[in-house]
């Protein structure tokens, strides 16, 4: 199982950039997915996910209204569309798997996760 995420780069604040998480080895209309960052001496943090089938999302409350996660089933893709990025969004980005039953809204913890990907590195310049 590989999942790897991509998308990442250099932008300043207030713009936008769509990270993309695809797998091989697995299909993504099985696992829901989820999305963590980590800034450096930070703890890894959660900041998205989308069930199994799409219909339920969560956010950490600093992206609320900011960012979008969403999936295709057909392309085996979940993306995350960052907008109106601030530089406390500068950090490495992961994806991971679960497949646990989640009705969304709550924030979930990195154990409830299955497989991770590497990350991606987002930087915001201020």
């Keep these: 199982v590989q999942l790897q995420a991509s998308g990442g780069g250099l932008v300043q604040a207030?713009?936008?950039l769509r990270l993309s998480c695809?797998?091989?080895g697995l299909t993504f209309r099985n696992?829901?997915?989820g999305w963590f960052r980590q800034a450096?001496?930070?703890?890894r943090e959660?900041?998205?996910a989308i069930s199994r089938d799409g219909s339920a999302t969560g956010y950490v409350d600093s992206v609320k209204g900011r960012f979008t996660i969403?999936?295709?089933n057909a392309k085996n893709t979940v993306y995350l569309q960052m907008n109106s990025l601030e530089p406390d969004d500068t950090a490495v980005y992961?994806?991971?798997?679960?497949?646990?039953?989640?009705?969304?809204?709550?924030?979930?913890?990195a154990h409830e996760?299955?497989?991770?990907?590497?990350g991606t590195q987002v930087t915001v310049s201020s």
């Design 31 to 33: 696992y829901g997915v």
């Design 70 to 72: 969403s999936k295709d």
């Design 22 to 24: 695809t797998a091989s």
């Design 40 to 43: 450096p001496r930070k703890e």
């Design 113 to 118: 996760f299955n497989f991770w990907g590497q």
């Design 94 to 109: 992961f994806c991971a798997v679960f497949s646990r039953p989640w009705g969304g809204s709550t924030v979930m913890r």
């Design 46 to 48: 959660f900041v998205a």
């Design 14 to 16: 207030r713009d936008s």
